[in-house]
């Protein structure tokens, strides 16, 4: 309210400002100054402890063992310039020269099972299998993907995954989450899931022949009756009376399944087992399918490969007979419709091995040529799928189809056709061989230890970082090579022990130059003790001797000097001297009883929380400046209330005189009305 002047021609306002103003500097001026410089306090002092504790980095630093550390020199391969490894020095390493020769590397074991056509439908397997010593149960509603996800929850040591195969189809695939040549342990429970799930073959119990009757070839003297039995997702009939191991493994393939059978040593013997890919079960409501399963003793095998295997379509003779390899190849049927092969005509071989190889062969069709005849010539040694370094063997089925069968198991380019070309030139085809079962490897990759030697010692382990092959040095293994020796060079860093002590040469030098200007008048912790006590300590670390060192015992003698102003000034080359000479005594000297445990425990007093000297002063300034500021707001409140006493004191005045001079106007028209009345 602006009250001045109406009345009295008075400025009220600027008595009440002028004397409002005498106040404050009087009563809230001095406080608001001690406000201010408390601030500047604790901001020096926040500055001050930011420096000390690069100082305490620093003074760490070169109190550590190994001070300066340690350097690797790892030169490449002198015969391809591969980084064969890589080494890190520790703490603790020895300077010294160690040859090392990479041999193999570490690696994860990984398995792949058997594909299926929807990864989201339901399996319909119930059973039991272990993974590492894991227990995972499949429930018959479990689809790929829930199997997927069991294995992960069992943590089992494995990473389960789907690998997609194109639309639905997919297969599971598990892989070892460490390296190392134990790989993934992987047995069947109940039902046979692993073999379900492809991980593992099916194999029969060793029998004395491949071709005679499986009955005889097992030694039974009373065997079952023919019957039915389940090999994956194929249904064949067998009969041991009657057919051998071959014949049945011949069937299952005929089938659309995938078996073979396999020789083995057995003693001063030769033995051989049915393997199939997939369980072996019983059908049930077949009274004999048991029989039959346990006739051979089928168990779960190993996670080996599958043979890739194509056929050709439907052949018959010209009677619609299911071809023989004794069927004249003129009159030949394909799918019930003649091929028109005759006398003269040329049927070409064409395809690929199973590594990629052409193969280019033919035959010129002569009048008692068979069946029989073309298969010989698909097989043939020199220029047919028998030849070359990866073979593949061709069989006439009871089906009427020609079966390939690359002999080396795995991933596969195995392909055929047979091309005809006829006497008159026209050209026909005999089929071209579609895959029927594909080649692959269970053991996607296989497990390894890294092998490696140092100095000639033979060292296996699970890992490629390699951490006790040399004392204190980490050796990272990333190729192997036969046969090169690598020279690995461990030295002391002089250069890291210049910088480092450099750095803390410049540290200490940060905080003496703080303390120069806080020295000066008006500075915020000018003459503070506190402050002064908090540096001497420090000037008293750098005079600390380690007096068991015969020639460094002490800091000066190392080229860190202090100049009669307070600055440490450092000679780098006195300090590579040193270390050329007796690093041990350079290292005890910087040490954790040397200047540098000083230091840190100097540094770690000094800002220690709540009780160190920086940690006081701020708490201090703290608590004060809460005072100092509840006594600002009472004086303000005693100025505000000083102010409104002002103004209604002046007011009232105000008002008194203008009762006055209307009083003194009234009686001055009276006067004046009287007088004009004489």
Sequence with gaps: MNFGG?????????????????????????????????????????????????????????????????????????TTSRTLLTATPGLTATPGRYRVEVLQLADTAKLAGGSVADTAAARNLTGTLDINGKTITLAATDTLADIRTKINEADAGVTATIMSEGGTAGRLVLTSKTAGATGISITDGTGGMARELGFLDTRSKPVSSATSTAAAALGLAVYPQPASIRVGNTLITANLATESIAAIAAKINAAGGSASVESEQYGSETRFRLVTDGNVTAIDGDADSQAIVDAFGFTAGVAGTIRQTVQSPVYTDAADNVATSASLLTGLKLDGASSNLAVGDAINIRGMRGDGTAVTIGIVVGATDTMQTLLDKINDASDGFGGGTRTATAALGADGRIRLTDNTGGASRLSMTLGVTQV??????????????????????TGKDAILRVDGREIVRQTNSITDAIEGVTLQLNAAEVGTETDVTIDRDVKGAVDA???????????????????????????????????????????????????????????????RTGVLTFNADTLRTAMSSVPEEVEALFGFNGVGGAFVTATDNATRFGDGPISLQINSINENTVILRLREVEAQKRLDLRREQLIAQYTRMEEAMSRLQAQSGSLLASVQGLNGNN
């Design 424 to 445: 008159d030139g026209t050209s026909g085809t005999l089929g071209a061989a579609v895959v029927s079962t594909v080649g692959r490897s269970r053991e996607l990759q």
């Design 6 to 78: 109406l009345s009295s021609g008075v400025q009220w306002n600027d008595i009440v400002d002028t004397t409002i103003k005498a106040l404050e500097a009087r009563t809230l001026t001095p406080i608001t100054d001690r406000i201010t410089k408390r601030a500047a306090q604790k901001e020096a002092w926040n500055s001050f402890q930011k420096l000390v504790e690069t100082l305490n980095t620093n003074a760490t630093a070169i109190r550590r063992t190994g001070f300066g550390g340690f350097v690797a020199t790892v030169p490449p391969s002198p």
């Design 501 to 563: 002590v450099q750095k803390f040469t410049d540290a200490y030098n940060a905080i003496r130059k703080f303390f120069d200007e806080q020295r000066q008048p008006g500075a915020p912790l000018f003459a503070d003790s506190m402050l002064r006590g908090v540096v001497d300590s420090f000037t008293a670390a750098l005079r600390t001797e380690v007096a068991s060192n015969a020639t460094y015992s002490r800091l000066t003698i190392a080229g860190v000097t202090l100049d």
